[in-house]
Structure formats: C-alpha cells, structure tokens
C-alpha cells in the first residue's frame, strides 16, 4: 500500500518543482525575470504568472493523488501531519523520500532540457532578498507555512471540510502566500522544493545552498505550530487521518 503512496509523492512532488520552477525558467527566457549581480528583478506580471503556475500545479496535483496519499508533496505537511497524529510515524521517511527524490528529478529535468536557461535563474532556488535579514526570513517562511499547513488540517484531516473543496483552498492558499513574499523569500513554504534547487543553483549562486536551512527549518516549525493549533480548534469528532486508509491498516496491523 505504502509503495503506492510513495510513487503519488514522487509524482506530485516532481510536477510542482517541474511546472512551478519551470514557470521561474520560462519567465527568464522571456525577460520577465533578471538576475543581475545576486539581485531578482521581476515584472509583476511575471510574478503573478509564477504565482498561479505553483498554485494551480498544487490544486491539480490535491485532486490528482489526494485520494492515494493524501496529496502532502511536502516534507514539512508530512512531518506536520505526523505530530498532530494523523500520519503513521513509521511512514514518516517513506513518504520523505519520494518527496525529495520528485522535488530532486523536477530539476534534473531541467538541468537536462535547459541547463543555460536555468542556470540564468537559479534553478528557481528560494534565496532572501539581499536586504532581507536571516530572522526575517526565517519568520516570513515559518508563517507561509503555518497558513499552508492550517489550509492542509482542514482540507485533509476535517470531515466537515467539502472535498470537492481541497485542491482549490490548498492551491489558492499557495498562491496567494507567493504573491506575498515571493518577493522576499521566493516563498518555498517545501522543504523538498528548496533543497532540489539550491544543489542545482549552486554552482551559480552559492547563498541558493547556504541558506536553505533557513527554509527547512521555518517550514517543519510553521507546519507543526499549524497542525497542533488546528488539532486543538477541531472537536475530535470531525477528526480524520491523511490518508485515511493507511492509518487504518496501521491500526489493524498493532491488533
């Protein structure tokens, strides 16, 4: 059941970084994105093109696989589901896996097709605003995620929540946090997304590598801050595990 699981992550994963950081590639060949001296100059209306390609990417994928796994194609939702108990710990490194293997053959796609033009902007690797301080980032990141992460409770782990409903709230709640801070952050709010691109951006810009625990930090804290409030807003009655049906089969196996 698991392995099933496994290879929805690694195919939700993989087409967020693929579309989503492809959409950063296309927007450099078009010159809607300037990377001039480590500074991102970019059209807002590049910018909200990028913003609705990681969104709408995200809503296809939730109603694509959210029925297999869930749709978490994000370490740091997996890590929060677990904490709040509606994952299987034991599954914890399985669904990390294919999570960074997708995140990781996105880019390897695009170091394969478009090597200059995505060496042009860094891969799409999240890196801060040159006036942007570390604790700012860290802060900013750490917010994103906990929205990103209270969207996933209700959407996943709700059963008064619509699921007709889900791949919209999750998809818009990513859109609108990247038209937020994408110009700050890059809005990653995925430990998966940052870490792919920062190796392939490296040989580039080497902020994109030494800043990425940054990112993984704030999202595993923001997304485990999110799963706990929202755990303790929902009346354990409308309490669901995501995905369902493999905390089930957990619980037959422990009998």
Partial sequence: MVWRKMVAEFIGTFALVFVGCGAIISQGVLEGIKVTAGKLEINPLSYLTIALAFGLTIMVVVYAIGNISAAHINPAVTIGFAV???????????????????ALFGSLIHYALLSGEAFNVNFGATILAPEFPYLYGLIMELVLTFLLMFAYMAAMADKRFPSAASGLTIGLTVTVCVLMSGVWTGASMNPARSLATALFAYRVEQKALSQ??????????????????YEFLRPQEFAKSAPEDLVEAEKKVKK
Avoid: E, N
Wanted: aromatic letters at 18%.
């Fill in 84 to 102: 709040a108990g509606r994952f299987p710990w034991r599954y914890v490194p399985h669904y990390l896996a294919a999570q960074f293997a997708g």
């Fill in 212 to 229: 990425v625990w940054i990112y993984l930090l704030a999202a595993v804290i923001g997304a485990i801050i999110a799963a706990l409030v």
